[in-house]
């Protein structure tokens, strides 16, 4: 509330106003929670495991963080939405202009090239990667949700929305923390009930 006086305050990512389509459309949430919750233990192991095979290498730091950036380079070179902390990338897939396969093609590098950066000892959380990959997966399973029923699952945006939330709160099993970070970064009063339902699944 400081800040809302002091300084003015708007959303952090630009987000068209979501309206959902049916109540029923609720049970699509806790699939999503569901499938979020499945998929963010995985994605923690791989990083476990990254730094274990960078460990393994017995490299000098620099020579590891050097290997790391190539990996990453490599990657970049052909999916370049991998660079930097994802804002601009969950920002078009909040605007609907990333989708299908190259959605999913550019999830997969992402998911490689993080592992790449944490585990040669790049410094990182797990925060901005959770944001992006449960736009990302939110993005996907909102677009063959939309496709099949039009008239109950909402546009896909509104699933990345969503799944920001639920796999922060997989990842960092802060459910509570999750709701409050997307609503703060969003400011939209109709994502809560969707979003708490799939960050507590």
């Avoid at 939110?138 to 699952?153: K, Q, W």
Wanted: with cysteine.
């Amino acid at each position: 509330s400081t800040i809302h006086r002091f300084l003015g305050y708007g959303p952090v990512f630009d987000v068209p106003h979501v309206v959902f389509a049916s109540n029923w459309e609720l049970i699509f949430y806790v699939f999503l929670g569901i499938v979020l919750g499945h998929l963010a233990p995985p994605f923690l192991a791989l990083i476990d495991f990254a730094k274990a095979q960078f460990v393994r290498l017995k490299l000098p730091l620099y020579w590891q963080l050097g290997l790391g950036g190539v990996v990453v380079g490599c990657i970049s070179a052909r999916v370049p939405e991998v660079w930097g902390n994802g804002y601009s990338v969950v920002s078009h897939i909040l605007q609907g202009q990333l989708v299908g396969v190259w959605l999913l093609i550019i999830l997969l590098a992402k998911v490689l090239a993080t592992s790449a950066t944490v585990g040669s000892g790049g410094v990182g959380g797990v925060l901005t990667p959770s944001l992006f990959f449960g736009a990302a997966i939110g993005g996907l399973v909102g677009g063959v949700f939309h496709g099949l029923m039009p008239h109950i699952a909402s546009v896909p945006a509104a699933y990345a929305l969503i799944g920001m939330g639920g796999f922060l709160a997989a990842t960092t099993q802060a459910p509570l923390t999750s709701i409050m970070m997307i609503f703060e970064m969003t400011l939209d009063y109709n994502i809560v009930l969707p979003l708490m339902l799939a960050c507590v699944t």
